[in-house]
Each structure stands twice: as C-alpha cells, then as structure tokens.
C-alpha cells in the first residue's frame, strides 16, 4: 500500500510506477496497468529520488544516509547497495557490492 509518498516514477518500458515513501522508507511497486501492489521494498533510508538506466535497474539515492546508494533490479524487485563512500582523513573511498 501506498504510504506517505514522497515521489513516483513511472517507467514505461517495465510498466511499473515506484513510489518511495519518506516515513516508512521504503519503495512500493505498482502494476501500472492493474493499479495493483506488487511489491513493498524496504529501503532503510529516506528515499531523495531515483534514475533509471532503461535496462533494468533503478538507482535510488538515501536522503538521510548521503554516503548509500541503492539500486533495484527491475526483473525480480530485488534490492542491493551500490557504493557506500567512506572518509578517511578528508579522502574518499568507494567500495561497490552485489
């Protein structure tokens, strides 16, 4: 369900709409032909805005933890981190998962 939306985004050629919700933070997954929930993602994290590569993935930035970044796999909703940025001595380093 739907909850305290903060954006949407619609994307066409996966015929879904993402919500992400500020206070519950996470990410809900709708059939855009249907209007039916697919999926609730929990995202741990305030969710700033998403970007999509067209290709299957959505990359979702965290408002509240600016050093997270996550993206979502279009084909099974499924969730991973992308990079946390880590500082040390006013240097940065990326560290990538899967």
Known sequence: MVKN????YM???????????????DATVLDAITNKV???IPLKGVPE???TNTK???????EDKINVKYYINLENLKI????????????????FSA
């Open 5 to 8: 939306q903060m954006l949407f």
């Open 11 to 25: 994307m066409n050629f996966s015929r879904k709409v993402f919500t992400y919700n500020a206070k519950s933070q």
């Open 38 to 40: 697919i999926k609730d």
């Open 49 to 51: 805005f998403s970007v």
């Open 56 to 62: 299957g993935l959505i990359y979702v930035n965290i």
């Open 80 to 95: 991973n981190t992308l990079y946390y940025k880590h500082r040390n001595n006013n240097n940065f380093f990326i560290s």
